[in-house]
């Protein structure tokens, strides 16, 4: 069985959570997600747990039990505590600014890069422009609005500029050698 489909999911006191069929909603003091579910997997909520079960062990049904489980804990979580993701703008002259919930950052082009913040994702600005926060209640959109701003200008081995996410090694490169006399 499933070490991750087998666990319960305890619900928080502010969520509620509908189960009709294979489709479900998640409500709580952050929001409200959505999700279809595959129709094989049974979703059932008992005593403030939700419980996600398999009707057989076939490779197909063992791969979506862990999956739907997953799924359905970070609906839970986003609702509840939220996501978020932070960056860190390495360079010199590199930064970033909020202009009303859009991101606009410096990154050594001759043009400044705009991101308009989607529905229930927004943004923070730290540390005078060299931190940026993503934050929201849906962890797949998080990730790819962080993944889209690093795009812009990955961090480089030699010098180490560009966006990374906050932790993230980069492994630094030796650059030319002098002329050797």
Known sequence: MSRIGKQPIALPAKVQVTIDGPDVT???PKGMLQQA?????????EDGQILVTRPTDQR?????H????????NMVVG??????KVLEVHG???????????LVMKLGFSHDVVIESPENISFEVEDRGRTIIVSGIDKQQVGQ??????QWRPPEPYKGKGVRYQGEYVRRKAGKAGKVG
């Not at 862990?66 to 804990?73: C, D, T």
């Open 92 to 102: 010199v002259g590199y930064s970033a600014v909020l202009e009303g919930q859009n």
């Open 79 to 84: 609702v509840s505590e939220g996501f978020r």
């Open 66 to 73: 862990g999956l739907s489980r997953a799924l359905l804990n």
């Open 26 to 28: 998640v409500k709580g």
């Open 60 to 64: 197909h049904h063992r791969s979506l």
């Open 37 to 45: 579910f595959h129709p094989d997997i049974t979703i059932k909520e």
């Open 145 to 150: 609005i962080a993944a889209e701003i690093r």
